[in-house]
């Protein structure tokens, strides 16, 4: 049973979400929340089984951490760490560039 509360985001990073709230929820995380941070992935405020495998969950997390830094979170695609107006985030070329017409159309829109 899955007790972890996602909150914002990206479809991209779904498979690698699923993959390891699997691996962390084996070894004994019972409720925890999963979020981007600056352009990664995060898994935090874990609770743990009395006899969870704690090291072995952070180091699992901390994986995450770094794979995250790789794939696109638009697409799920090979992606690196991108800024624009302050926001870092890891997308693919295609989607930073959409992300950034996005945000082009977002600071414009707000003008008014
Ligand atoms: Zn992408």
Redesign the pocket.
């Known amino acids: 049973m899955k007790q972890y509360i996602k909150l914002r985001t990206s479809p ?1 990073w779904d498979n690698l979400i699923a993959e390891y709230s699997e691996k962390i929820e084996a070894l004994g995380a019972i409720n925890y929340q999963v979020n981007e941070k600056y352009g990664y992935l995060d898994f935090y405020s874990i609770q743990y089984a009395p006899d969870a495998d704690a090291v072995e969950i952070q180091r699992l997390i901390e994986e995450v951490n770094l794979i995250s830094e790789t794939i ?1 979170q ?4 090979p ?1 690196h760490e991108v800024e624009h107006n302050s926001w870092i985030r890891t ?2 070329d ?2 930073f560039a959409n992300w950034r017409e996005g945000q082009a159309i977002l600071t414009k829109s707000s003008q008014y």
């Open positions: 991209g696109c638009g697409c799920g695609k992606g997308y693919c295609d989607c």
